[in-house]
């Protein structure tokens, strides 16, 4: 798409400190996402995709180390003043936070917080023109009767209509990049669509660029552009978002897939991938996937795998892109 991407994280580290050594949970991720463009990133829980995009706009726990680059329309974001940070933040980089519930304050309206966030980087800006803006804001999400709603509290809106809201309050200063962490995670199906749907339109209407967080592959399909698999703190898988489920090359991504929940057909034993993530600070040799891999062979349990990359494709296994069939 464009000569420089909008937004770029190169070896991106996070580590945390205990008993007195460092574990690393995000351990080297690089990405990009272009203006206008989608980028899923797809993991199990606990795979460091929050703890990577909160550190990558500095927004860390405090005491954990952070290394790597990541940049934001060509400027550096490690290292930057927090005043800096926290002016990029909800201006021109707005970020969705998992668990919307605890990001809205119970005892404001509605109303007033997103004039709270309107005004907070646009000072100048009279009330009642804020005021407008929310209003206009709560329609673009699609909530109906605004100025009702504008008037109640979070507490009497559904879980569907509060993450609106929180979509509503991100978008409300025009940002570039939008990343949203398990934006439907906490939702049951029928509204997680609806909040996809909200999602998709906003996201071409604005030309945003967007990176979708989620632990559930099926959510990426028809709203990515690209999608990056992370396991144990790394990407181990990129492409575009056809190809991925086309010709997953990592058989982490092809676990994954399988374990996408099929609307179509009535079955409550669904595919998981067998096992659990390594713990942080326990990582076995090798390859950090092998222990649950049905494809590992002795290579595997000795050596970690670098990207292999096939026309844009690219996969961390030593196998990946093997022309033989015989591999699972
Ligand atoms: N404040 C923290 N201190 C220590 N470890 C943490 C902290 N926050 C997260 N972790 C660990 O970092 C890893 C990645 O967590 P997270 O990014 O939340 O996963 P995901 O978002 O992919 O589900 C997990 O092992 C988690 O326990
Ligand atoms: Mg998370």
Redesign the pocket.
């Known amino acids: 798409m464009s000569a420089s991407p909008l937004f770029e994280v190169r070896d991106l580290r996070?580590a945390?400190g205990?008993n007195g050594t460092y574990?690393e949970?995000?351990r080297g991720i690089s990405l990009h996402v272009d203006p206008g463009e989608v980028l899923g990133i797809v993991?199990?829980?606990?795979?460091?995709?929050?703890?990577?995009m909160?550190a990558a706009l500095g927004l860390q726990?405090?005491?954990?180390r952070v290394t790597g680059s990541v940049r934001f329309d060509g400027r550096e974001l490690v290292g930057l003043p927090r005043r800096e940070l926290r002016k990029l933040r909800g201006s021109r980089i707005a970020m969705i936070f998992?668990d919307p519930l605890s990001s809205l304050n119970p005892v404001m309206t509605v109303g007033e917080q997103i004039i709270e966030a309107v005004r907070l980087h646009n000072p100048d800006m009279s009330r009642h023109a804020a005021a407008d803006r929310a209003r206009d804001l709560l329609a673009l999400v699609a909530i109906p009767q605004p100025d009702r709603r504008l008037a109640q509290y979070p507490h009497e809106f559904s879980g569907g209509m509060r993450q609106r809201v929180m979509i509503a309050m991100a978008v409300a200063n025009d940002p570039d990049l939008l990343i949203a962490?398990?934006p439907t995670t906490a939702l049951d199906v029928t509204v997680q669509a609806q909040i996809m749907e909200v999602l998709a339109e906003l996201q071409a209407r604005l030309k945003l660029g967007l990176i979708l967080?989620t632990?559930d592959l099926g959510v990426l399909a028809g709203h990515a552009d690209r999608v990056a698999v992370?396991y144990a703190?790394q990407v181990v898988e990129q492409a575009g978002v056809d190809d991925l489920f086309a010709r997953p090359g990592h058989p982490y991504t092809r676990g994954l897939i399988a374990s996408i929940p099929d609307m179509t057909v009535q079955n409550d034993r669904l595919f998981s991938i067998d096992g659990t993530p390594p713990?942080?600070g326990q990582l076995p040799a090798g390859c950090a996937f092998h222990p649950r891999c049905i494809a590992a062979g002795e290579i595997c349990r000795r050596e970690a795998p670098s990207m292999r990359e096939e026309g844009g494709h690219a996969a961390a296994c030593h196998f990946a892109f093997a022309p033989s069939e015989t591999i699972a």
């Open positions: 996070v945390f205990r574990a949970a995000v993991g199990e829980s606990g795979s460091g995709k929050s703890v990577g909160l726990p405090e005491g954990a998992q962490d398990e967080i632990h992370v703190g713990a942080l």
